[in-house]
């Protein structure tokens, strides 16, 4: 699908204080591959994919499309931020499009969690991506059995619009709008 209000990308690394966001290499393969196959990391995203299926199918750089960042900590990757764009006509959660809708996803290696990273790396591309695209919302799926996940919503300012029953459990949906900008000061 072409994406309607296309990402500038990709953009220059983006600079945290721990952490950089950039685009992937080849490097970040192994990486990449060990979060899709963790039982832990998958643990809500419909369980660990096999690793051998992932040595053969992934691309020797990963996640080569607008809005997907490596995270990177002192020179390592340790998780990943997407913003990916959805059209009303994508599969799953259907009822719930109303129009093109920009979706926040990330996972981060168990090692990273309970850092702040996520926190970290969410608030930077979010920033990132209000740049990019002014006034323009972003939505969040998560199980309501993800307690981190449903932390790092509520820190990043994302307002539930509903909850409801998918894949065996129960969903929860919230949407992120930027913070319109001040006023011109009165002349």
Not at 144 to 157: F, I, P, V, Y
Request: glycine share 8%; hydrophobic share 35%.
């Amino acid at each position: 699908m072409t994406d309607p209000r296309p990402l500038p990308w990709p953009p220059a690394p983006i600079k945290t204080e721990r952490l950089v966001l950039r685009e992937t290499e080849a490097r970040d393969r192994a990486a990449v591959i060990e979060l899709n196959a963790s039982p832990v990391v998958g643990t809500y995203l419909g369980g660990p994919q096999p690793r051998d299926e992932l040595e053969r199918k992934m691309p020797e750089v990963p996640g080569r499309h607008p809005g997907w960042f490596a995270v990177e900590l002192d020179g390592a990757l340790i998780g990943t931020v997407q913003l990916k764009l959805h059209a009303p006509e994508a599969p799953g959660h259907n009822h719930r499009r109303q129009a093109a809708e920009t979706e926040l996803g990330y996972q981060f290696l168990p090692q990273a969690w309970g850092h702040g990273y996520a926190t970290e790396a969410c608030t930077a591309a979010l920033d990132w991506f209000t740049g990019a695209l002014p006034g323009q919302p972003v939505v969040l799926y998560t199980q309501t059995a993800n307690t981190r996940s449903m932390r790092l919503a509520a820190k990043l300012g994302f307002t539930e619009r509903e909850r409801f029953q998918a894949y065996g459990a129960l969903q929860w949906f919230g949407i992120w709008s930027p913070t319109p900008p001040p006023p011109p000061p009165p002349h």
